[in-house]
């Protein structure tokens, strides 16, 4: 069955700190998708990453990486010198190929960054 | 416009009425979703559409939930006899066209606030 979990519901870190989002998921799947989005204050979700099963690849935009490990089934989200401007929920996401195109989330977590 | 569109942005109902949630999504793209989010939780899918293929409802918590797509643009939700746990945010979703098993970015709208009282 597909499934997302992301353990921490809430993180908090001081402006200028690292810091890594959890993400593991289940599929039974062997082609896959996984996503990462973020919901900011106002609401309207943000699209960061989309990677398929058969790059695991890590990839880098700006602050922003990406460790995605199929060994562990994990696909986890960092974020270097944080900034106030990061402070929202991100949610990571599974998509499999087979079953139709649901899109199951994970329950997300809480980022607070304080200056 | 640019981004994906939804009306109301808010919506307050009493009880047992029904509600009709709208969503217009960015041109071109084929590919549509509704999810629904509760305070404080991840989001639940509950329907997608792509082109004149037949919809993927199984996200659809009840029979008294449906949507229909005119298309390849706007598309409505429909919540009839509404209840207290309906009260969420939906969000609707479009991707451009999905081929074979590749998943395409979903870009989001806004989302319609319901609440049930």
């Known amino acids: 069955a597909q499934k997302v979990t992301q353990a921490q519901t809430e993180i908090s870190v001081v402006e200028k700190e690292d810091v890594t989002l959890d993400c593991v998921y289940e599929?039974?799947?062997?082609?896959?998708?996984l996503f990462w989005y973020k919901q900011p204050p106002s609401g309207e979700l943000v699209f960061l990453i989309r990677r398929n099963s058969f790059d695991e690849q890590n990839e880098i935009s700006g602050r922003y990486s990406w460790n995605f490990q199929k060994s562990t089934s994990s696909f986890n989200f960092t974020i270097t010198a944080s900034q106030v401007v990061d402070s929202a929920v991100y949610f990571c996401a599974l998509s499999e190929a087979i079953g139709g195109f649901k899109t199951i989330f994970g329950a997300g977590t809480r980022l607070f960054v304080k200056a | 416009g640019a981004g994906v569109s939804q009306s109301p942005s808010n919506k307050v109902t009493e009880k047992g009425k029904d509600v009709e949630l709208r969503c217009d999504p960015i041109s071109g793209h084929t590919a549509l979703y509704w999810y629904r989010q509760r305070l404080g939780q991840g989001l639940e899918f509950l329907i997608y559409f792509q082109g004149n293929s037949a919809p993927d409802k199984s996200g659809l918590p009840s029979d008294r939930f449906s949507a229909e797509r005119t298309g390849e643009s706007v598309s409505t939700l429909t919540i009839q006899r509404t209840q207290q746990e309906d009260s969420a945010v939906y969000l609707c979703a479009s991707s451009p066209k999905t081929s074979g098993g590749r998943r395409e970015t979903q870009y989001f709208g806004p989302g319609t606030r319901l609440l049930v009282l």
């Open positions: 599929t039974r799947d062997t082609t896959y998708y």
